[in-house]
């Protein structure tokens, strides 16, 4: 899908590095109810067939780090563990440039499906995921550790 609102950004998509991990953790303690520690995403840097990468740029006053998006292959599946954009940054385009290019990645690893958790409270994440055609899947009880519960959102690669 290609991007419904393009505007111009200094950010461009790149491979996460350890020096980007401090911005990131910014990020998802500002976005997250429990966030991820930044020891997580340190891990996640060095397991296999891991996606990780990150939104850097940024001109003036804009943080260098704006949004990361971290993915598992697993088989014929793609799972999105985590996308986050600096609200600083929202509905500007940047999380849709960060869930193409990990679109891209699914499509050339062969996944057959893309999927994830969503909190049912996150109303503008379901809706972002909504408008490339995933679908709520199945509802997980309980899933968060506040106890609300997430949906299982799948979408299905063309061609699979
Ligand atoms: C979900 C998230 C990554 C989207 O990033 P973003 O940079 O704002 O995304 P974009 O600007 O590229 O896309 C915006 C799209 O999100 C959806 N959206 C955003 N805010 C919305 C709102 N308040 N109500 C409904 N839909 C909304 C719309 O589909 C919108 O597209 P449109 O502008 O064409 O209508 C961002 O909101 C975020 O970081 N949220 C906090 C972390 C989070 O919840 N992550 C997902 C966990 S499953």
């Not at 996944?111 to 408008?131: C, D, G």
Request: hydrophobic share 40%; net charge neutral; aromatic share 12%.
């Amino acid at each position: 899908m290609a991007l419904r609102n393009p505007i111009p950004s200094t950010y461009a998509v790149a491979p996460a590095r350890v020096e980007d991990l401090d911005e990131i953790a910014r990020i998802e303690r500002e976005s997250f109810l429990v966030p991820w520690k930044k020891e997580f995403f340190a891990a996640e840097l060095d397991e296999p067939y891991r996606y990780a990468r990150v939104l850097v740029g940024g001109r003036d006053s804009e943080p260098r780090v704006g949004g990361y998006l971290f993915a598992v292959s697993l088989y014929e599946e793609f799972h999105i563990n985590k996308i986050a954009t600096d609200p600083r940054l929202r509905n500007l385009g940047h999380g849709r440039r960060l869930l193409e290019d990990a679109l891209s990645r699914a499509r050339s690893v062969g996944a057959t499906a893309v999927t994830l958790e969503v909190r049912l409270s996150n109303l503008p994440a379901r809706e972002f995921y909504r408008s490339y055609g995933f679908r709520e899947a199945y509802r997980r009880k309980s899933y968060y550790q506040d106890g609300e519960d997430a949906y299982a959102m799948v979408l299905a690669l063309e061609g699979s």
